[in-house]
């Protein structure tokens, strides 16, 4: 049970040690769900993973995850651990971009999302995503909140469990013995590249990471996700810049000066 406590300096220890005890987790759970590889991407596995717990039940979290044809437990291969942006799913094309550079990659639905049937091929259409899990053991994570929760349980937060996966991601490639562990970088696209921002925070085993758009100092933006980071708690828990200080790995952040949401200022 996550308590809630409104002393920012209280929930900023009690995340901290959350998040510390995940990556220090050795092995993660996940299973493989052949029905659901992805059409057309011959070297590509769907999954589900298990997750942080929501409303008292671990959740499952769907991923694609590709590799190169010369991975192998004699040939390992770096890792890279995709996390997409607003309104972005699980895209098989993001993975094989990495997969033909040589890279086994995994990519995250951090917003809950997995395919309303198996064997779908337009993976851009949203209609062919759906939120609605039969399963009595298991929840899907929270989808995407605006950072509107950051008062509430972690348990209940939308960034809670994207970090989360980030970190078990990172696991369960490190687990693969076709992957070099040592060799494991992160990168995320708006939505996704604020995730990875706060991860390599807490996950210091990336060798590397490339935030896209998204960065720290959102709060301070000249654009209009300024709002969503000044709602109550959210600079206080959530914001990058309070553990950028301990980020030794190198990290690429990438911007466009003419974004209509994420400023250069930023």
């Known amino acids: 049970m996550l308590i809630v406590n409104h002393d920012n300096d209280k929930r900023k220890i009690e995340l901290e040690i959350l998040l510390s005890g995940l990556k220090q987790k050795k092995d993660a759970v996940f299973e493989y769900c052949s029905d659901y590889d992805p059409a057309g991407y011959p070297n ?85 995503w759906t939120r609605e899990l039969r399963d009595d053991d298991y929840v899907l994570p929270p989808d995407f909140d605006n950072m509107t929760t950051s008062m509430e349980s972690f348990d209940k937060q939308w960034m809670y469990h994207a970090v989360s996966q980030t970190i078990i991601a990172n696991t369960i490639l490190r687990q693969l013995e076709f992957v070099d562990k040592d060799k494991i970088g992160l990168t995320g696209i708006s939505w996704g590249s604020v995730i990875a921002s706060i991860a390599i925070g807490y996950d210091d085993r990336f060798l590397f990471a490339i935030p896209v758009y998204g960065s720290g100092y959102l709060y301070e933006s000249l654009a209009w996700i300024k709002d969503n980071f000044n709602y109550p708690g959210t600079k206080e828990i959530w914001e990058p810049s309070h553990r950028l200080n301990s980020v030794k790995m190198p990290v690429l952040w990438l911007c466009w000066t003419d974004d209509s949401c994420f400023s250069i200022n930023s």
């Open 44 to 128: 590509m596995k769907a999954m589900w993973i298990i997750g942080e717990e929501h409303m008292g039940k671990p959740t499952k979290v769907f991923a694609y995850i590709g590799f190169p044809e010369n991975a192998s437990k004699d040939n390992p291969v770096p890792g890279m651990v995709l996390q997409h942006g607003g309104g972005g799913r699980t895209f098989p094309s993001w993975i094989k971009e990495w997969t033909d550079r040589g890279y086994a990659a995994i990519a995250i639905a951090n917003t809950g999302y997995y395919p309303v049937k198996p064997g779908i091929t337009d993976f851009y259409n949203p209609e062919n």
